[in-house]
């Protein structure tokens, strides 16, 4: 079975500094995806980085970075220089089986960021 | 990136109706579909996995008879949820991903807002 973990209900931060949301999963599989998606008051689903399992360096996207620690199995997301625009909900993802279409996508609990001017 | 459209954005039945929510992807054929629930203040719940040409395969817990879907075509997944009930209320969103690849990112609809009355 897999499960992902997300330890912070809510974080709050001063805007222009750096934020790091934990999150940790557990699975058996060998070749798995793990993804953050931001979720903002509206309820849409905003997909904001991918990390595979054998991808050997830390993926990046803009302002957002995956701190990826396979053998902690651990998939933090730094956020630099945080907006006021960052304030949402964020999920960690994970996927298993890299090369099949139907494997499912599952969520931890979320973190609510609150971002202070 | 990738669009899925999904349709109501929000609807309001009867308790004892049935209810219908497409799920579209506009720019891509998506062989599978994604279902899932969120309460608020929680996560998603997967609820089931569409197959285009094929029966659902629902999650552990959710009642088959209840939460209908169909994946008739590669770009549309509907469900409906039959004979409503004030706790079937919640939101419902839709994922759909594109033919295995190495971007493996799943795509959200915006999910519609069902309250039943």
């Known amino acids: 079975a897999q499960k992902i973990t997300q330890t912070q209900p809510g974080m709050f931060v001063q805007e222009k500094e750096a934020v790091t949301l934990d999150c940790t999963y557990d699975?058996?599989?060998?070749?798995?995806?793990l993804f953050w998606y931001k979720q903002p008051s509206s309820g849409e689903m905003i997909f904001l980085i991918y990390?595979?399992?054998?991808?050997?360096q830390n993926a990046t996207e803009g302002r957002y970075s995956l701190n990826f620690q396979k053998a902690r199995k651990s998939a933090n997301l730094v956020i630099s220089a945080s907006q006021l625009g960052d304030s949402a909900m964020y999920f960690c993802?994970?996927?298993?089986?890299?090369?099949?279409?139907?494997?499912?996508?599952?969520f931890g609990s979320g973190t609510r960021l609150s971002i202070r001017p | 990136g990738a669009v899925v459209s999904q349709h109501p954005s929000w609807v309001i039945c009867k308790s004892g109706t049935s209810v219908k929510i497409e799920c579209r992807s506009l720019?891509?054929?998506?062989?599978?579909m994604f279902w899932y629930r969120q309460f608020p203040k929680q996560s998603l719940m997967l609820m089931a996995t569409?197959?285009?040409?094929?029966?659902?395969?629902?999650e552990q817990g959710v009642e088959k008879d209840k939460f209908l879907i169909n994946h008739a075509s590669l770009t549309l997944s509907t469900l409906t949820v039959t004979s409503a009930h004030p706790e079937d209320s919640s939101f419902y969103i839709c994922?759909?991903?594109?033919?295995?690849?190495?971007?493996?990112?799943?795509?959200f609809g915006q999910g519609t807002r069902l309250t039943v009355v």
């Open positions: 994922s759909a991903r594109q033919r295995p690849n190495l971007n493996t990112e799943a795509f």
């Open positions: 699975t058996s599989d060998q070749s798995y995806g």
């Open positions: 990390q595979g399992s054998y991808d050997e």
């Open positions: 993802a994970m996927r298993e089986g890299r090369w099949i279409s139907a494997s499912k996508i599952i």
């Open positions: 720019d891509f054929q998506a062989t599978t």
């Open positions: 569409s197959n285009e040409g094929s029966k659902a395969t629902y």
